[in-house]
Each structure stands twice: as C-alpha cells, then as structure tokens.
C-alpha cells in the first residue's frame, strides 16, 4: 500500500482507471459524451485550481510570518514554485474545459456576450469572473511570484514589491472565488 499511495503519479492512474471503469459500468445508463467528459474535468482542474487558491489564502501566506527565517527556503524553494506550477496550469485548464462545455451545449456565444437570458447569462457572468481570475493568475500572481521567490532574478526593491502585488491578485481572486461559485453551480445549463 505505501509503495501505491507514496506514488502520486500511480495513484492518478488508478484513479482514472477506476473512472473509466465506472464510466463503462454505467454507460448503457448514462450518457457518454463530450460535455459529461468535459464536465467531469472541468470539475477536477476546478477542485485543484481553487482548492491551490485556498491553500495559499488560508494556510502559506498566513502562516509565513511564523516560520523561522531559516526554514522559510523550504516553502519559498521547494513547494511554492512546485504548488504555483499545478495553480497556472489548474487555473488554464479549468477555463479551457469550461469554454468547451459551453461551446458543446451551444451556449458559449450567447453567455460571453451576455444576450441570452437567466442561466445563461449568469453562467456567463461566472465564465468572464473566472476569466479575470485566470488572467490574474497567469499575468500577475504568477509573475511576480516568480520575483517573490527568487526564481528569476531581479532588484531586491522589485522582489519587495512583487510579493504584495502577487497577494493582492491572490486575494482578488479568493473575492472573486465566491461568486464565481455561485454563478458556475446555479445556471444548472445542459
């Protein structure tokens, strides 16, 4: 078991396997298609990208301060730069498979430009909230991250300054968060 679970790599493969095959069990009751699959992904980069969102919010940045200057490279080297790597890449794919459910359902037109009704407007409202978001992520936090952590070098007064813009988006984005939440999980849309 440990030889399993100490794997992560191992335990996402058994994972999918373990979805496939429920997948197939249910397939002749279910349906089967690129907007379940979609969906189904979607929700996963979603979990992951604002679970990392969370984790940095409610546990790293605040608890930073604490740490002994000495232990501090073990966050700022080592599981950072290894948990901002899945948050970028989280964050891009939960918007690409998103665009994909709406696109597949018909709908990404009318929701991006806001000329439907209801639903399909409030998922729209989500889908350009998480837009910003992920733009965010990509053309802000994680920039200045890399500032913040010393992994591109740069002036020690554009290092000080990067980590405050970098949680500034960071908190922008946990604002945003919740009713993005809300939008994405009450259009209810095909």
Partial sequence: MAKLFGNLELVLIVGLVAALAIIGAFASSVVVDANSILRWLHLFFGVLWIGLLYYFNFVQVPTMPAIPAEQKGAVTGFIAPKALFYFRWAALLTVVTGLGIAQVNGYLHTAMSFTGEGAVNLIGTGMWIA????????????????????????????????????????????????????????????
Avoid: D, H
């Fill in 131 to 190: 837009l910003v978001m992920a733009f965010n992520v990509w053309f802000i936090i994680w920039p200045n991250q890399k500032k913040a952590l010393g992994i591109v070098e740069t002036t020690p007064e554009q290092k000080a300054a990067a980590g405050p813009r970098a949680m500034i988006a960071s908190r922008l984005n946990t604002l945003l968060s919740l009713p993005m939440l809300y939008c994405m999980v009450s259009a209810n849309l095909g």
